[in-house]
């Protein structure tokens, strides 16, 4: 018998809380939540590993590449492997010299006169402009008077503004033209450089004094030319040239610009003077001698090698967290006055997790692309795989992928593509060979009265030999036309234009590249007339 306190036997068994299922739910989503979290970690560890051992591998293949093509890159190996100048015979410290007596800030600083002030022109006439009865004095500044000796035909006289304003640029410094003169036919120079802490963008500041003394003596080239002393004005032009030669073989790609800028200003001062009237055998000789050593210097290979160095330099100080802003180009070093961001980007766990491992695959990233612009200056356009080194750069740019955008966003931001160099350098190589070659056969006309019938007349008496063109392995070519001579050398495409000539000096050359001279009855052609001014227009508008 049981009690009633007792269950029964027969009683149906309890049923299960209602919470139960639920809570097994709950558990497998924590699972899954876990097994998601420690996926993605293990997701970001791997990536992370990954992305450090593509950044070394990236740099260890692109240094081994370089030593392998071109040892000694580095630029402390490309200090030590500069050239030794003897002190005696070191033009820098002659340039350093002779512009001493050259103002700060000289020519800006003579540009506003103290009279009237007239609109800036480039050709023009000083006539009244109805309102006065004496001229006003011209006002040019230093670019429009250089823009006016580039742009304005050799062979035509330069407006009286500019001629004027000349003048007045060059009072001031009428005590350093002597000294600067005297640069004519210098050797090689060197100047005192030590790399700074950012060397990509290094300058070094000893070139403004070479700067200041190319402005003289390009005015004063083009001065003495119009005046009619050509034998003086071609010594100013060779001036220019031993300012070129003063810069030397230093490693930094901004000083090798110089260096050719200076190329083409006394190209600019020679043809002027030529242009203008008649100049000795002996000035002739002269100036030939200083643009084929002149010529001797590889200037593209020397800045390749320099650019890359410093890239290499900078962007390795940049994964030390040695810089605290890149993504603008803006390499500034780390220190107390940096702000929060800057100083995250450098700090030791950001360092640890990223920075290193980005800056080391920039750095690789870079090296490898300008180990093939270093390879490009060795070759010459007609070699074999001349335009698969250039086009390093170009070709990634081309390639997809966000990932490998982000990864290589410096790289990929502030690497130049060189373009302009590649031209300009092998433009300006054409053009003083083709000068050369001018000089020749004017030295010819001059001693036998007419001009050379082929360029081998000129072999060896007034050229050593034919130069020849940096497009193609063929000699420059020489026709003679009714009103004077033009040297030149076929264009990258090879085809022969009969001397029809380049007039874009810093792009792909579509034609023959060269230079021309006038027959001397067509030299020191008058300055075109102004044009008459407007009655109409208001009086300040007027010239």
Known sequence: MTTATE?????????????????????????????LVVGLMGAAVVAWVLFQWTARATLARAIA???????????????????????????????LEAAKGIPDGWPESAERPSGPVKLPS???????????????????????????????????????????????????????????????????????????EVAMAQINPQVDAPRKASRLLALDSARLAAAGKIDEALTSARGIIAVARSIGDEPVEMSQLFRLHQRRAALAAIHRALGQGEASDAALAA????????????????????????????????ADGAYTRYAEGDFAPAGPGDSDAGRARANPVSQVLYMRAFGLYNQGLALSILNQSVEGAKARPFDPGWGEH??????????????????GAVAYTVLPLNNTWIWMTYDLKARMAATRVLLAAERHRRAVGRWPATIEALVPKYLPEIPRGPYSDAPMRLVVRDDGIVAYAVGIKGQDNGGKLETDHANFPRLDVGERLWNPDLRHRPAPAPAPADPSAPASSRR
Not at 65 to 93: C, F, H, I, Q, Y
Not at 162 to 178: I, N, T, Y
Request: some cysteine.
């Open 7 to 35: 269950p029964s036997s027969s009683s149906p068994p309890a049923t299960p809380s209602a919470s139960s299922p639920p809570a097994r739910r709950g558990r497998w989503r924590r699972r899954i939540l876990l097994f």
């Open 65 to 95: 590449e370089a030593d392998r093509l071109d040892p000694g890159w580095r630029l402390a190996d490309l200090m030590a492997a500069r050239r030794p100048v003897a002190a005696e015979t070191n033009s820098a410290s002659r340039v």
């Open 122 to 196: 480039i050709v023009d006439d000083d006539a009244a402009d109805g309102t006065s009865t004496e001229a006003p004095e011209p006002w040019l500044k230093w670019t429009e008077v250089a823009d006016a000796l580039l742009k304005t035909p050799p062979n035509v006289a330069l407006g009286p503004d500019v001629s004027k304003v000349a003048d007045r640029l060059l009072k001031p410094v009428e005590g350093s033209v002597a000294a600067c003169r005297s640069l004519a036919g210098a050797g090689d120079g060197r100047y005192a450089f030590s790399p700074g």
């Open 287 to 318: 100036v030939q001698d200083d643009l084929a050593r002149e010529g001797e210097h590889e200037l593209l290979l020397c800045a390749m090698r320099a650019q890359r160095a410093a890239y290499f330099d900078t962007l390795g100080k940049m």
């Open 390 to 407: 250039w086009g390093a750069h170009e070709r990634m740019l081309e390639e997809p992928g966000y990932l490998r955008r982000r990864m």
